[in-house]
T-cell receptor, first 115, second 117 residues
């Protein structure tokens, strides 16, 4: 079974608008961490935001926020005020007890910001 | 955030040669380093996990004799692709976790694009 599911292969958003990138996860562990990474065309993986399973509040980092819905096992990334430089691949990832060190990555969503 | 470097950023080699890729954590000590492989338009797939001073743990299906990993210090891990073939052409990315962090973030290197002719 897929640990991380990203159902949107591609998304478009108008510049300055907000966009939500979906991510659902599957784990039986109580303790786990959820991550979002951005991968521009250069290939580097840029860490965006982290949410721990015990964190009661949704994580926020500047224009990025993570909409964490534990019961639904979803960890959607919200990007506010989109900029042209936000165009990239976005990967959701999880680390749980089963893969104590490993990050399981989703298949990614390609975001294109339209001027 | 913490910085992870990789060298070289790209390499082209002939079939049958060996290629070494270095991964360094520049401003922190990494107890664990990871090597990923990414084919075009696909996600990252973990190849192996290395801990400083011990043998690497390889994922199922990854040939440990072909992909040699050495984690010589808390700041350096190397991946050697031995007797490379065209099917080994891929984007290789290393990642490191900082000593003492629990479920915290994992930092990635900029990647190495390997092309085997």
């Amino acid at each position: 079974a897929q640990k991380i599911t990203q159902t949107q292969p591609g998304m478009f958003v108008q510049e300055k608008e907000a966009v939500t990138l979906d991510c659902t996860y599957d784990t039986s562990d109580q303790s786990y961490g959820l991550f979002w990474y951005k991968q521009p065309s250069s290939g580097e993986m840029i860490f965006l935001i982290y949410q721990g399973s015990y964190d009661e509040q949704n994580a926020t980092e500047g224009r990025y926020s993570l909409n964490f819905q534990k019961a639904r096992k979803s960890a959607n990334l919200v990007i506010s005020a989109s900029q042209l430089g936000d165009s990239a691949m976005y990967f959701c990832a999880m680390r749980d007890g089963a893969g104590a060190n490993n990050l399981f990555f989703g298949t990614g969503t390609r975001l294109t910001v339209i001027p | 955030g913490a910085v992870v470097s990789q060298h070289p950023s790209w390499v082209i080699c002939k079939s049958g040669t060996s290629v070494k890729i270095e991964c360094r954590s520049l401003d922190f000590q990494a107890t664990t380093m990871f090597w990923y492989r990414q084919f075009p338009k696909q996600s990252l797939m973990l190849m192996a996990t290395s801990n400083e001073g011990s043998k690497a743990t390889y994922e199922q299906g990854v040939e440990k004799d072909k992909f040699l990993i050495n984690h010589a210090s808390l700041t350096l891990s190397t991946l050697t692709v031995t007797s490379a073939h065209p099917e080994d052409s891929s984007f290789y990315i290393c990642s490191a976790r900082e000593f003492g962090r629990a479920l915290g973030e994992q930092f990635f290197g900029p990647g190495t694009r390997l092309t085997v002719l």
